[in-house]
């Protein structure tokens, strides 16, 4: 009997000796699989906070790049008093101020010039006008492309009198100068404008370049004008280019 016992005993010895090897097992795989948990929560955690950066970083970086285009893109809008002799006064609207000192401005602007006064003003990508004595222009701010800094156009109205205008590689078909019923793209080189208000006439004279006058309304083609040649205009009319004594006006 006592034999039997004993034998009972090693049995329960080693059936518990296995149960607690096993209890050990399952609590080292419980206590891995914790690690192992933590691990893929605190790489998780980390995989976010990095992909948080990136997003946030991508977020910054596409809001920095709108306001620098934003920027460029205003930086575009402007335009330039370079130059001012005698009298000159100008608005924005409302009445005229004496000008004092050279402007920057990307609003429509009207400029008037008295007796013996003239004004040059630049322009966007290097075009420039230049108003003579007893002169009346309106500059508005260039158009530009929906996206990014192209311009497209700058319009430009010449009230009354005299104005000169010079075109630069980068600025070419650009300006676009109404007077009376016509319209003048400046496509190169120099050339100038002359109105009368009162009588409604003037003409357009080109010393080098290419310049092309539409009848605003009109559905016919473009006169070109090169250099040496100039075009008159009257109530409407506009006259065959004919060739132009160019030493006779101020390209000063």
């Given at each position: ?33 914790a690690l192992r948990n933590k691990s ?85 990508k290097e075009n420039q006008i230049k ?122």
């Amino acid at each position: 009997m006592a034999k039997q016992w004993h034998q009972l005993e090693r049995l329960d010895h080693k059936a518990l000796k296995k149960l607690q090897l096993e209890r050990e097992k399952a609590a080292k795989l419980a206590e891995q699989q914790a690690l192992r948990n933590k691990s893929i929560a605190v790489g998780a955690v980390i995989l976010f906070i990095i992909i948080g950066a990136i997003v946030l970083g991508i977020v910054l970086k596409k809001r920095a790049d709108a306001r620098e285009l934003e920027a460029k893109r205003e930086e575009c809008l402007y335009s330039n008093v370079a130059e001012f002799l005698g009298t000159v006064d100008y608005r924005r609207r409302g009445d005229w101020t004496p000008l004092t000192k050279n402007l920057k401005f990307k609003e429509d602007y009207s400029f008037k010039t008295s007796e013996e006064s003239s004004l040059t003003v630049q322009l966007q990508k290097e075009n420039q006008i230049k108003l003579y004595s007893s002169s009346e222009v309106l500059i508005t701010p260039p158009i530009l492309e929906n996206i990014g800094t192209t311009i497209k156009k700058q319009n430009i109205e010449l009230i009354r009198g005299e104005m000169t205008s010079a075109i630069s590689i980068d600025g070419r078909g650009l300006l676009f100068i109404q007077v009376s019923n016509i319209t003048i793209v400046g496509q190169s080189g120099l050339f100038k404008v002359i109105y009368n208000d009162e009588t409604d006439k003037g003409e357009v004279v080109v010393k080098n370049g290419l310049v092309e006058v539409n009848l605003n309304n009109s559905t016919e083609k473009p006169t070109k004008i090169s250099g040496f040649y100039k075009v008159s205009f009257e109530k409407g009319e506009l006259s065959s280019p004919t060739q132009a004594s160019v030493i006779q006006y101020d390209w000063q």
